[in-house]
């Protein structure tokens, strides 16, 4: 099948409508998306967002697209919804407390 990579985020990310209010992704179980695919997600959201729900269990975005999205949530934003962690055997943490305190440090 096809899964979805960073590369593909960084195309999906180019073309967000600019009046887009409202976005729902799920990326859970693709370890293809990393930070770099954070990274450009952030870059693109459109500057009038107010929801965001990504679901990114069992990826690989890390610290670093964490803080990449901290950095990109926009001003307008209202309402955040963020999905991370591991699932089976593999319950490690992923994402550190420092880039969640990051994260919760921009919120608007």
Do not use: Y
């Not at 450009?40 to 459109?46: E, I, K, M, S, Y």
């Not at 967002?49 to 001003?75: C, F, H, K, M, Y």
Request: no cysteine.
């Amino acid at each position: 099948g096809t899964a979805v990579s960073s590369a593909g985020l960084v195309v999906l990310a180019a073309k967000l409508p600019p009046g887009l209010l409202h976005f729902q992704l799920d990326l859970s179980g693709l370890r293809t998306v990393g930070p770099e695919g954070l990274e450009a997600l952030a870059a693109g959201l459109p500057p009038g967002l107010q929801s965001l729900e990504l679901l990114a269990s069992d990826t690989s975005v890390g610290n670093r697209g964490i803080a990449s999205l901290a950095e990109g949530l926009p001003a307008t934003l209202e309402s955040l919804s963020l999905q991370l962690g591991a699932s089976g055997t593999r319950r490690q943490v992923l994402v550190s407390d420092r880039a969640m305190a990051a994260l919760l440090g921009n919120l608007p």
